[in-house]
């Protein structure tokens, strides 16, 4: 990306206030997590081609046939996770680091996986200019999660599963929420799962349309 001049950053620092009010319009209203929204520079995330429409509520394209999710999803499924500023989250779907940044901004300590090790090693990088020390990245099968690390008060999955991998139940703790999109390859809907002792409740969120979850626990 070419350098941004001061007045290319205001005009951009104007259209991310824009997408926050237009968050909060659409039923947004966890104020800590429309702080976050508004913090995290979204041109950052996206191709220099599409820096003109970082702050449309909508999901674009980042390479490798994966997407850069829409504003609205990524802040509702950090809503629904209701992170504390101590907490441990595991993302599954690093793609291009942006649900991370936004993570990275709420929790203490961020957990992300993500199976290319060309957009993991890019989304390192760029979240390190950005200044987020609290990241850790791995390359490998999100749908196994990062057992050593578990369990987790939080989980956020950005790609499609047929259904809940149990290895990321496995790894939820007790009284954790797992955010996940379920259901075919091409629509699904978006589901908040809750682990309260031995049973587990769900709530969908909205229908949602991602990329599919590739893993030993997910899509071939």
Known sequence: MGELTPSD???LARARAGLVAELRALGIDDGRVLAA???????????????????????LPIGFDQTISQPYIVALSTEALDLAPTDRVLEVGTGSGYQTAILAELA???????????????????????GYRNIRVRVGDGTKGWPEAA???????TAAAP???????????????????????????????EKRGERLVHRCLCPCTFVPLIGEEGWT
Do not use: C
Not at 44 to 56: H, I, K, Q, T
Not at 151 to 157: K, L, S, W
């Open 37 to 59: 929204m508004g913090r995290v520079p979204r041109h950052r995330f996206v191709p220099p081609s599409l820096l003109g429409y970082a702050y449309e509520d909508r999901p």
């Open 163 to 193: 259904r809940a991998p149990q290895s990321l139940l496995n790894q939820l703790g007790d009284g954790g929420r797992l955010v996940i999109p379920i259901g075919g390859k091409t629509s699904q809907d978006l589901w908040l799962i």
């Open 151 to 157: 369990p987790f008060p939080a989980i956020v999955v």
């Open 108 to 130: 203490g300590e961020v957990y992300t996986i993500e199976r290319l090790p060309e957009l993991a090693r890019a989304a390192q990088e760029r979240l390190t200019q950005l």
């Open 9 to 11: 950053e205001a005009e």
